[in-house]
T-cell receptor
């Protein structure tokens, strides 16, 4: 069984500041981890994924995440926030390469202040 | 190429009614997954179908059912609607060819049960 906890339902940063969205997971098997972004009234878009290769994963739009097994974490970062990054972000875990059965966290809403 | 499409975009039903939601996957994708996203929460896995067979089922009552057609499109059916079924229903498709699968989400169907 898998579960995901996203710490902080709302995060607010200034434009140009570091973005850090936290995700901790629980999995009885080696996990596959994903970050998605959801803009209002849209579906989810994959930002990046960890599938047991490199622990530092680079994604689209300048985002990256680091898999830390000892901390069971997969935090999402971006060095400099842009106004267009304002959205809801979801962390998800799957117990195998089949992403179609993923377990999602409850999401973090990112606000970017000018 | 067209992405994942879902219909209808919005739907209003009353308690006790039945609803059918439709999804067309990306061309060449043989797997379709359905998720329920209640306001303020992350998506919850309902079903996955691959090659017209059920590959997984989440923790949802038997009022929820689905099927996949020879062209890989899919329907999600919900009987005896409850107020708590009000949610955004997301469909995602993936190729499931093996290894590091990525699922692509449609824009969703927003269901309101009155």
């Amino acid at each position: 069984a898998q579960s995901v906890t996203q710490l902080g339902s709302h995060v607010s940063v200034s434009e140009g500041a570091l973005v850090l969205l936290r995700c901790n997971y629980s999995s009885s098997v080696p996990p596959y981890l994903f970050w998605y972004v959801q803009y209002p009234n849209q579906g989810l878009q994959l930002l990046l994924k960890y599938t047991s290769a490199a622990t530092l994963v680079k994604g689209i739009n300048g985002f990256e995440a680091e898999f830390k097994k000892s901390e069971t974490s997969f935090h999402l970062t971006k060095p400099s926030a842009h106004m267009s990054d304002a959205a809801e972000y979801f962390c998800a875990v799957s117990g195998n390469t089949n992403a179609g059965k993923s377990t999602f966290g409850d999401g973090t809403t990112l606000t970017v202040k000018p | 190429d067209a992405g994942v499409t879902q219909s209808p975009t919005h739907l209003i039903k009353t308690r006790g009614q039945h609803v059918t939601l439709r999804c067309s996957p990306i061309s060449g994708h043989k797997s379709v997954s359905w998720y329920q996203q209640v306001l303020g929460q992350g998506p919850q896995f309902i079903f996955q179908y691959y090659e017209k067979e059920e590959r997984g089922r989440g923790n949802f009552p038997d009022r929820f059912s689905a099927r996949q057609f020879p062209n890989y499109s899919s329907e999600l059916n919900v009987n005896a609607l409850l107020l708590g079924d009000s949610a955004l229903y997301l469909c995602a498709s993936s190729s499931l060819l093996g290894g590091q699968e990525t699922q692509y989400f449609g824009p969703g169907t927003r269901l309101l049960v009155l």
